[in-house]
């Protein structure tokens, strides 16, 4: 637990040791007085052992009235406070913090259930009480970090970054192949080497070790022995005001360390402190088991010590003002004990609360302890115990008596009793009968009377708490009834004395606890949504109430009640002038009593918050009014229609006119892709019809230049054909005066 260090000097520390073993041994000599004898005594009673003034030969028969009457009373105290979802509300001290004390609440209600068991603490600080005067339980803030090691094979590398993205810390990593996805031949040193420098991405597997450290920081709820638990001699109640409140532990070693203090300060600690081991409650309740000593030497951590934490009013600082300080000692029983400095906290930390809480069934004015269920059985429990060894005596007298005996009878024979036996004797001897009349019909009576008793001390019978059954023959329906209410009351007493007490400071203490040392957030549930709470936001802002539920009996008429009401609040809601006065919240709150009264829980699962649902809509008005705005509603309807229908009439048109547009651009486009078309195949053709007369032309030049050709050849011929004849011509004119002119 996180308190502010101080620093003192080793004379400061020297004093403070000497108050603290003072008041200890004072505390000590108180409890291990008749307190500690007194609940020893009730625990044999409990346990049905033998009281020691028991005749051998005779009865020794024990009842066990205590016990009956404790376990009988256990479920009843058990149910009252168990049978609804809440033992303690927190009420709000204004009024915008009534969403914050609802949450105080469930989450109060949470600690005490889910983190711890809330159960059991409930059973182990009723049953300390009703046996042994006072049960004692302890509420203190936890803030313990435990190292977690774990070690995985076989991971990819993006697993090992997974977990270590979740706050693992890996201390130990061995990586190979993937033995499924690279062959034998590829898993050598070599090979890998080889792979790597050809840029190959060898799969790989990791086996890596992890360590991480899980905060575990909450508000921790045990039961305390009583016998561990002492008060100074003059204490009146727990209270941070009287101090004096000591826990005597054993605890190891390891422990001491793992709660931050140095080793080397509590090695040396002596295990020789063993008187409350032989407080005498302690030595009955372990009677049975044998103790296996300490720890073999090796095993240094394990071996068990004893200290106390004193919670003491001192004044360390000096300012004349005591303050509430909580010192430990190692040792102590004699008065020598040794304060164990705690690195951190100090020596003597100031603490804000003592983290106590106890109850008692019979609270005994200016004193602690109290007086418990067992003390006002325990005479009746040994009057009861001798009744029936006495009557037990008796027949067993009747059965077997004693004999008379004259002359030569063989004793031997007379001491074997089994039918038909032979009993030898001489002639003239006899045996004579002593007969005992049964007086066991006497004592039934006066057992009855006891039973009687009993159930007037503590309420509680053989068949429970509350009516005897046998008297419900003789007995009116109303006087059975009374005396149901009048047994019931005295449980319900102890019940109420228990919520006021002990399990309001309990609650007290974990909202402390929790409202002073969480440091983050929790999600708890609150009316079916999950919501998200800071418990350090709500110191100082609620007041408490304690919720104790009802027995049988009572839960029947607390049923014909909310019945009533609910008849009587139906007949209102009708009048309009008491209508008024019921809302929703009150039926809400209604309904929630009776289901709560039927021994259900969870009245969301049958009715919603009025505060979930969305605003009501208003009410209507008077008649006269509802007419006049009927007719102005039908006007406007009217008016609406026609509105609607011009509307409608201008929509249809706008559509209309808007679907015409669409058509005239659909047909303009479409004429628009037509007349491209026809464009795109006018252009096609006229450009075949260009390449067709082009080639037309081309095909006619060709024609023309053969012509031209084959007659330029065919001139060319004749030329050099007429150029022949001339010559041919010259020729016969130089021989026969042929005159050739052109």
């Known amino acids: 637990m996180p308190y502010a260090r101080e620093k003192l000097s080793e004379d400061q520390i020297g004093e403070l040791e000497a108050i603290a073993n003072g008041e200890l041994v004072n505390a000590i000599t108180y409890a291990h007085g ?22 051998r030969g005779r009865s020794s028969v ?8 404790v376990l009988w009373a256990m479920p009843s105290l058990m149910r009252i406070f168990t049978a609804g979802d809440d033992v303690v509300k927190f009420d709000p001290r204004n009024q915008d913090d009534s969403e914050a004390a609802a949450q105080a609440t469930e989450y109060c209600n949470y600690v005490f259930w889910q983190q711890n068991d809330g159960f059991e603490t409930l059973y182990s600080m009723f049953f300390d009480a009703l046996l042994q005067k006072n049960g004692v339980v302890k509420v203190w803030w936890d803030d313990r970090k435990v190292p977690e090691r774990r070690r995985h094979k076989g991971l990819t590398a993006e697993e090992v970054a997974v977990l270590q993205s979740n706050g693992w810390n890996v201390t130990k990593s061995e990586k190979y192949p993937d033995p499924e996805r690279v062959p034998a031949e590829m898993q050598g040193e070599m090979e890998m080497l080889m792979a790597a420098q050809a840029g190959f991405q060898v799969p790989m597997l990791y086996d890596v070790t992890i360590e991480r450290t899980d905060d575990k920081s909450q508000v921790r709820i045990a039961a305390v022995p009583p016998e561990e638990f002492l008060v100074s001699r003059n204490s009146r109640r727990i209270s941070e005001d009287e101090g004096g409140v000591f826990h005597r532990r054993q605890v190891s070693i390891s422990d001491l360390v793992a709660e931050g203090y140095r080793r080397e300060d509590v090695e040396s600690l002596s295990s020789d402190d063993d008187d409350l081991s032989y407080a005498p409650e302690a030595q009955v309740r372990y009677s049975n088991q044998t103790s296996e000593g300490q720890p073999a030497d090796g095993e240094w951590a394990n071996r068990q010590v004893w200290v106390t934490d004193c919670y003491i009013l001192v004044d360390v600082d000096d300012d004349g003002i005591t303050e509430l300080r909580k010192v430990t000692l190692a040792g102590g029983s004699d008065g020598n004990g040794t304060i164990l400095e705690h690195p951190e906290h100090g020596a003597a930390p100031e603490v804000p609360c003592i983290p106590f809480c106890s109850v008692t069934p019979t609270p005994i004015p200016h004193r602690w302890v109290g007086m418990s269920v067992a003390d006002a059985v325990m005479d009746l429990q040994l009057i009861h115990s001798t009744l029936l060894r006495q009557s037990l005596d008796s027949l067993y007298l009747a059965n077997n008596p004693r004999n008379f005996v004259t002359g030569d009878v063989n004793l031997d024979d007379l001491l074997t009793s089994r039918p038909g036996g032979i009993v030898r004797g001489e002639q003239g001897s006899a045996v004579v009968p002593l007969n005992t009349e049964f007086v066991g019909a006497q004592s039934f009576p006066m057992i009855d009377y006891i039973d009687r008793k009993r159930m007037a001390r503590t309420g509680v019978n053989k068949f429970g708490v509350g009516l005897d059954a046998n008297k419900l023959q003789n007995e ?15 449980i319900e007493l102890i019940a109420r004395i228990f919520a006021e007490t002990g399990v309001k400071r309990l609650f007290w203490l974990i909202m402390e606890n929790a409202s002073r040392y969480s440091q983050r957030k929790t999600i ?3 009316r079916d949504d999950y919501v998200s709470v800071n418990p350090r936001e709500w110191k100082d802002k609620f007041d408490m109430s304690a919720r104790v539920g009802l027995g049988t009996g009572n839960k029947d008429r607390q049923m014909q009640s909310l019945q009533m009401v609910t008849q009587l609040m139906g007949g209102f809601r009708g009048d309009p002038e008491f209508g008024r006065m019921i809302a929703a919240e009150n039926v809400y709150n209604l309904m929630e009593d009776v289901i709560e009264a039927a021994g259900l829980k969870k009245i969301e ?25 009927a007719e102005l509603q ?21 559509q209309t006119d808007q679907r015409k547009a669409e058509l005239e651009a659909e ?26 007369i082009a080639s037309n032309k081309l095909a006619l030049e060709r024609d023309r230049m053969n012509l031209e050709h084959k007659y330029r050849m065919q001139e060319l011929a004749a030329e050099a054909e007429l150029e022949a004849a001339k010559m041919r011509a010259g020729s016969r004119d130089g021989q026969g005066d042929i005159d050739v002119s052109d």
């Open 34 to 55: 008749d307190v500690a004898d007194e609940r020893a005594e009730a625990f044999k009673y409990f346990l049905g052992e033998p009281y020691g003034n028991e005749v």
């Open 476 to 490: 009116s329906a109303t006087a059975a009834m009374q005396q149901a209410e009048a047994a019931n009351e005295r």
């Open 605 to 629: 699962r049958y009715m919603t918050d009025p505060r979930k649902l969305p605003p009501p809509q208003p009410a209507g008005p008077p008649p006269e009014m509802m007419k006049a705005q």
């Open 524 to 526: 708890i549930r609150l």
């Open 667 to 692: 047909i303009a486009r479409f004429k628009a892709e037509m007349d491209a078309q026809q464009q795109r195949e006018n252009a096609e053709l006229q450009a075949a019809v260009d390449r067709e």
């Open 634 to 654: 039908m006007k406007q309807q009217e008016s609406q229609a026609k509105l609607q229908q011009a509307q409608a009439e201008a929509e249809m048109r706008a």
């Open 62 to 69: 024990v009842t066990r009235d205590v016990m009956e009457t």
